[in-house]
């Protein structure tokens, strides 16, 4: 077998269905064109109709396969409906990414509660009941990758961001959970959490001066993430490469807990 074939066949999600929730966003999007390159047929769920569709003929004129799926993830109605619709079309499920997520940035004596239950429901309940719906699906098929997308937050707490970061840390518990309880299903778990990234989630910050700068100084690769950046760790996660791995968090963070950029110190370079 030559080295590419090797490669493709151990990294290739052909014949696998993906259900991906807030595919509409920055990156969510590049995941489900690079998860669709790699072979899988995406079902693109998010509240965001007409980005759904722009980016389904994306990656339909690319040569992929997938289909757009109106979902809220705040509404355990329209949860169920979706991955009916979902089971109906493909027949199966193998991939579960939860991407769809918020934040308002304030302080925690500032935070409203109507504000702290959105994040909440939008950020952990969701996750919380699409996983269960879907979970449900992939414990009958005995098969299933889910990937729940995290943050830097849960490792190191930017100001601002006590509700968002109290939901990915949550995530990846729930994580956790999902891979001890899920194992003899054949169910994997596992969590990426990227670091500072450029998306429309972020901008505000990039275009802020003092605080990209405060970001830039603590990423050691000193570039601020983009979600292609994530592509690779997603594909490994979603694909049979990774068949032992459950429960982990996986970092794409240029080196941001790592440390970020050095202090000076004595050295010839
Ligand atoms: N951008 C970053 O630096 C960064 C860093 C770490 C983690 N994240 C996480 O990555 C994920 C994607 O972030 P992004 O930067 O692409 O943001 P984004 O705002 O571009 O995308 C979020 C998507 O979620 C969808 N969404 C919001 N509410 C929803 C709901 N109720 N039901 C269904 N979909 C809903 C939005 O329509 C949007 O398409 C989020 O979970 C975010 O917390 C982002």
Redesign the pocket.
């Given at each position: 077998m030559s080295e590419k074939s090797y490669l493709e066949k151990l990294f290739s999600l052909e014949g696998k269905v993906v259900i991906f929730?807030?595919?509409?966003?920055?990156?969510?999007s590049e995941l489900c064109e690079g998860l669709a390159k790699a072979g899988a047929a995406i079902a693109l769920?998010?509240?965001?109709k007409e980005?759904l569709e722009e980016l389904k003929a994306k990656i339909v004129e690319a040569g992929g396969n997938a289909s757009t799926h109106l979902?809220?993830?705040?509404d355990k109605n329209n949860i169920k409906t979706c991955v009916d619709e979902v089971v109906g079309q493909y027949g199966h499920i193998d991939v579960l990414v939860n991407?769809?997520?918020?934040?308002k940035r304030e302080g925690i004596l500032d935070v409203e509660e109507e504000t702290y239950d959105r994040i909440m429901d939008?950020?952990l309940k969701?996750v919380f009941l699409v996983s269960q719906a879907v979970g449900h699906y992939m414990r009958t098929q005995n098969y299933g990758s889910i990937i729940n997308?995290?943050?830097?937050?849960t490792g190191w707490v930017l100001g601002g961001c006590s509700v968002?970061a109290a939901t990915?840390s949550g995530i990846v518990a729930l994580t956790k959970a999902q891979a001890v309880e899920w194992a003899k299903f054949n169910i994997r778990a596992n969590a990426i959490?990227?670091?500072?990234?450029?998306?429309?989630?972020?901008t505000v910050t990039w275009q802020h001066p003092q605080r990209s700068k405060y970001l830039l100084d603590r990423i050691a690769m000193n570039r601020p993430?983009y979600?292609e950046d994530i592509v690779g760790t997603c594909i490994l996660l979603a694909s049979d490469a990774s068949a032992y791995i459950t429960g982990c968090e996986y970092r794409v963070d240029g080196g941001c807990i790592a440390g970020g950029q050095p202090w000076p110190y004595d050295t010839k370079y």
């Open positions: 929730t807030g595919a509409a966003g920055g990156i969510g769920c998010d509240i965001n980005r979902l809220n993830v705040m991407c769809a997520g918020i934040n939008i950020n969701g997308i995290g943050s830097h937050n968002y990915k959490s990227p670091g500072h990234i450029q998306t429309p989630l972020t993430g979600p």
